[in-house]
């Protein structure tokens, strides 16, 4: 039975990648003949003139091939007479690092470009940082180009030096240095007849030879649960894969987080009843009695597993956005989804020295130690100890961009004094919360125009839409806030004064407030405007004109006010003054409420 | 405990991201070409949810045009396993002749990338399972196992989202869809190996039989039926043939050969010459003409 070794290759821009993995596939003879002819087709019409591109068998994309750079991931397998390999050919351009990063997730080993006529660069120590940082205990460095510096022994020593003072500080389990040159096939496959000094394996040598899971324990049983299996009312199974360990039936386990007991009543890998399974297998796992789990629980024996809402990470940002403390995201941490804040950040790792740089703010491509806080509490590891359940990606819930992955330090304790980034939390940041800018949306119009109830129906589609809403009304408001309130000049600016910065302490909370008041006069509403804060205020003039309001009259407020009965009544023994430049219009005369609802709403989306 | 082999491990991976769709996608299908890498990916969700059935329907975006025995097996296979099979044709393309003999890349949009597109719309899945490996063609070499798409159903290769370790990001808009490709790291070979390792039937079609055939633009072309037209000068012959990919007949070109059973076909699979995509007559239009197809919505 062959053994599987996944492995990446990564170095800067130019360092050969490409070229080196498609030399050994051609070396090997592991490419078919019609890709190979493909690539003698490109490489004619391609700008490296005669001699075939290896390249051209990796980069795979039109854009890589025009830009002559790789920007993804590429796989590709090939098997010898010793070993089975899957190889993830990942860009080296720093704008694509977090490409290089989904590759460093997937390997065991890690083949580092270094180009020996420039030495250790800036790329190369990111490269072996997020490697380290992925899980990656196994690293070669190729230190490529060899045919450019004569096969010089001496250069290459020097450079040899220079990147095991760099791998010190890590923790690999074993690294291995080795010059090469890609495009003229030194020790890649054959040893160097140019490089007599070198006595030790090739490449290809090595990788078939070196074995990757030194230092690994089976240690105790665990598995996180993917899904519940409900055939029918008699089987109740909990699908998963083992992540460590083993299981057999009769054993007793622990369910996370409900802390339960149970012993395993029948165990099935795949469709095959079994007696026990072990780390890897796919399994259905039945129990003697009914518990409460679920997805994203998790089963185990003696697992030196955490079960807790706050721990301490490292974290590798890849989102465009930068990265603001106290924004929160959805975290998938095994087979578990739950919203989670991030609290603080303790410090940015400076990617080439590993030094540690106080920073309130990360960008991509950055690592930062950071603590994260869970809305439930969740089963996590420490990654070093425990890769399933210690690494994680933190989902944008406006995006649904994977903005970061990260690897789980050790849990913190509340009484631990975790210390909440020193922050205010405001208004955006409880507006992040609810995923929502928080808006004051005023409407103003005639008395019976039609507000209090389109602000009814648009409240219900608002919130239907998962948004966070709050009504005020005039009339309701005149009850309660502003009872002692009557109708003259300073009463009514007071009495807008007073919703104005009501409608603000709304926008505070994260709420969109919707306003519905007559508020006649364009001064009233320049100041509610200037209390709410321009770019938050939405003004929305319902058009209504005054005969259709009095035609309606439902409150039969008109009739009065024509008789004398109501002094200062707005259109009739009061002036309203229309705003000069709203930024929705709506005539309500012979339209639905529906439509008028639907109109308003169209036009709402893109200030929202 | 046993160290598990390479196919125990493609297979544990195939099954893991089956069960995650299962489980975090709201309403997902899978693809059934009828082909091997179907009959494998039936095989896995037969296995993966045990002792329950698959929980979401398969879907055949039929031509028209395969291969007679390709249909009689897909009836026979949902049948015996009890499954939900969909069965789509875009119909504006059958009224208006779509034909592989006339319309060239253009019927592979109209009958193939189109009815996709159409397929999904109408019963608003938003995951796809399909059977693509990445060991086919250069730009699947670089696509995720999860694969999202816009709207249109389009692909943007320079904007993939990052996939780290197992952990897989499922989130999406309304109206978008992702394709979900559990078979992503295996090889032709680690198919051939799982469905002897695994009895698994496939179509006959792939054992050498003698089969009537013509020889056109180096492709060997089998005469399924009597829609097939014969261009000048070309003469239906009977050789031993098999298939090394299942289509539309008069697109899929057989190979010679003398392998009628499964050792045969592995040995001759693991000697091979030629990757087995150059029998599908339209990739060997230009190098990108793969990922331009993809880009539009093409599986």
Known sequence: MQSLLKFITCGSVDDGKSTLIGHMLYDAKLIFADQERALELDSRVGSTGGEIDYSLLLDGLMAEREQGITIDVAYRYFTTEKRSFIVADTPGHEEYTRNMAVGASFADLAVILVDVTKGVLLQTKRHTRICALMGIKSVVYAVNKMDLVDYEETTFREIEAGIRQMAAEYDFHSQFVIPVSA??????????????????????????????????????????????????????????????????????????????????????????????????????????????????????????IHLGKLFSCRLLWMDDQKLVAGKNYLLKVGTRLVPATLMNIKYKIDVNEGTHIKSERIYKNEIAVCDIACSEQIAFGEFKKNKILGGFILIDRVTHMTSACGVIRHPLRRDENVVWHEMDINRQLRGQHMNQTPKTIWLTGLSGSGKSTIVNELEKLLFAQGRYTMVLDGDNIRMGLNRDLGFREQDRIENIRRVAEVAKLMNDAGLLTLVSFISPFRRDRERAKNIVGEDHYIEIYISTPLEECEKRDVKGLYKKAREGKIPNFSGISSPYEPPADPDIVLDTTGKSLEESVTSIMEQLEKYL | MEKMSHLEELEAEAIYIMREVAAECEKPVMLYSIGKDSSVMLHLALKAFYPEKPPFPFLHVDTTWKFGEMIEFRDRMAEKYGLEMLVYTNQEGVEQGINPFDHGAAYTDIMKTQALKQALDKYQFTAAFGGGRRDEEKSRAKERIFSFRNESHGWDPKNQRPEMWRLFNTQIFQGEEVRVFPLSNWTEKDIWQYIRKEEIEIPSLYFAKERPVVFRDGNIIMVDDDRMRLRPGEEVQNKKVRFRTLGCYPLTGGVESQADTLDAIIEETLGAVSSERTSRVIDNEAAGSMERRKREGYF
């Open chain 1, 183 to 304: 495009t003229a096939g030194d020790n890649v496959t054959q040893r160097s007849e140019k490089m007599l000094w070198y006595h030790d394996k090739t490449l290809l040598e090595y990788l078939e030879t070196v074995d990757v899971a030194v230092g690994e324990e089976d240690g105790f049983f665990y598995m996180p649960v993917q899904r519940v299996c409900r055939p029918d009312r008699t089987f109740r199974g909990f699908q998963g894969e083992i992540a460590g360990g083993e299981i057999s039936v009769g054993q007793e386990i622990e369910t996370l987080p409900s802390r339960e007991k149970a012993k395993v009543k029948s165990l099935h890998v795949l469709n095959q009843s079994v007696e026990k399974a072990g780390k890897g297998r796919p399994v259905t796992v039945e129990l003697d009695r009914e518990v409460d789990v679920s997805r994203g629980c998790v089963l185990h024996s003696e697992g030196d």
